[in-house]
């Protein structure tokens, strides 16, 4: 317990408000992302833009979209020096009220056809601010979740930041969907699609009623007591783990798998160029299926990295969706629609979570406390940002007309979660480390049997205090 002492920050660790502070973030931000993405395919070309050309309208409309990625890397530069400089909570809070207020404020906007062009151009703003406003909501709340989680539950813990993200998802699904399919279209485009956005008023004073509660991280405050808080901490992470946040970059690149699934995958299904035609409806519920799968696994998985370690789970959950990504591929190309669903769910629903609900661990706990936020965000988002670009890549190697489709595109991804399984490989793990250690190259991970023996205590002080 000696060393437990030493290597581990003292203070009050407030594990399960600053998990329910993460989880409630993560929906309000992801609820948002998934309404406006919805609503940028049903809503926006007919309401937002010049009715004269549809295509140009609905091409204008997912431009908007993508704007919310490419605000995402600058986000990241600000809001990572926020977090480590002024703390999580701080940098959550800001998150949250720029998210919210934007996704708001979407759903009071006049139309085209009220103020002209200035409504596509305030669009286009508010969009900016929701991808300036995400990127730092995960690498924050990860933080946050480890740095309060006590040493040998910080995987199971901080994948509660995911299933935040899904759940949130799962929210604007239910309802967004209900209204676009029950409303009348002319109730629906004058004043239903704007009730989801209006809704977000609801998690932001959920959000903050949450997060002010949560105490800064015993972790951050004993920086900030000793004064040795960075002064330019995006600097500081590049300088000394560029290396690591080269893998982060790289480990990123397993976002294709949603690409593939929710983006390329609905067009080679449902377009008509490709010649497939599978019913609209169906790649309408798929990310429904899929997140509501993930929620109940990504716990699971979570607490299955604190036993096995970080990398095993996000090797094999790159390597093995890459692989189902051409029986996915292979399902649309008969037009299978029960094996299509099935692959689907089980590469993104079970697999890729293998994934997705390590990440938030493993990531923050490569780099040290004072560039935790900063090296994360920077690094995920510059990922996240390559893998937007992938579905303009697929749409070019694989064209409607192209022949061997499942091949082209299955091998593209299979090498982009091969690319990501050797970045996790190459990376040294963490999950034996204490947390005052993280991010030192030197770091002694403590021994397994001692490891185990700690765990099993820590588990079994959490029941007693449930």
Not at 2 to 21: I, L, N, R
Not at 139 to 151: Q, T
Not at 205 to 216: D, L, S
Not at 386 to 409: D, E, K, Q, R
Request: net charge neutral.
């Amino acid at each position: 317990m000696a060393s437990m002492t030493e290597h581990e920050p003292h203070g009050e660790h407030q594990t399960k408000k600053a998990t329910a502070s993460g989880w409630i973030g993560s929906v309000l931000e992801y609820y948002d992302f998934f309404i406006y993405a919805t609503a940028a395919s049903l809503i926006f070309p007919q309401i937002f833009f010049p009715a004269a050309d549809p295509k140009v309208a609905i091409i204008a409309s997912l431009a908007t979209y993508g704007v919310g990625y490419v605000a995402r890397p600058i986000g990241a530069f600000f809001l990572g020096h926020w977090g480590d400089t002024h703390g999580r909570k701080q940098v959550l809070l800001l998150c949250m009220f720029l998210m919210g207020i934007s996704t708001v404020a979407v759903g009071l906007l006049p139309t085209y056809e009220q103020v002209g062009l200035l409504a596509p151009a305030l669009l286009v703003v508010l969009r900016l601010v929701q991808g300036f406003a995400v990127a730092g909501e995960i690498s924050g709340a990860s933080s946050m979740i480890l740095e309060h989680a006590p040493f040998g539950r910080r995987g199971y813990y901080a994948s509660f930041t995911l299933q935040g993200v899904q759940a949130g998802q799962v929210l604007a699904a239910a309802v967004f969907l209900p209204l676009a399919h029950y409303l009348p279209t002319e109730d629906f485009n004058s004043w239903g699609w704007r009730i989801p956005f209006l809704l977000s008023f609801i998690v932001i004073v959920a959000g903050y009623y949450i997060r002010r509660e949560v105490k800064e991280t015993p972790a951050f405050a004993a920086e900030s007591e000793h004064g040795e808080v960075p002064k330019a901490p995006v600097i500081q992470a590049i300088t000394h783990s560029w290396r690591d946040m080269l893998r982060v970059v790289c480990m990123a690149l397993m976002n294709v798998i949603p690409v593939v699934t929710t983006v390329f995958g609905a067009a080679y299904a449902v377009q008509a160029g490709y010649g497939i035609g599978f019913d609209k409806d169906v790649y309408l519920w798929i990310p429904v299926l899929g997140n509501c799968l993930a929620v109940a696994v990504i716990p699971f998985v979570g607490k299955l990295s604190d036993r096995i370690g970080r990398r095993p789970p996000i090797i094999v959950g790159a390597l093995a969706s890459g692989v189902l990504s051409f029986g996915y591929l292979y399902a649309i190309s008969i037009h299978n629609v029960p094996l299509a669903i099935a692959m689907s769910l089980l590469m993104w629903g079970v697999v890729y979570q293998g994934y997705n609900a390590v990440y938030p661990s493993f990531y923050p706990e490569l780099f040290p406390t004072r560039t935790r936020v900063s090296a994360m965000a920077i690094s995920q988002n510059l990922g996240t940002l390559v893998t937007a670009m992938l579905p303009m890549v697929f749409a070019a190697v694989a064209p409607p007309g192209s022949t061997n489709i499942p091949m082209v595109v299955g091998s593209i991804t299979f090498a982009v979660t091969v690319v990501a399984a050797l970045a996790a490989w190459s990376a040294r793990e963490t999950c034996r480390v204490h947390l005052n250690d993280l991010g030192q190259p030197g770091a002694v991970p403590m021994d397994k049997d001692e490891y185990d023996q700690l765990s099993a205590q820590t588990l079994a002080l959490a029941k007693q205090a449930a």
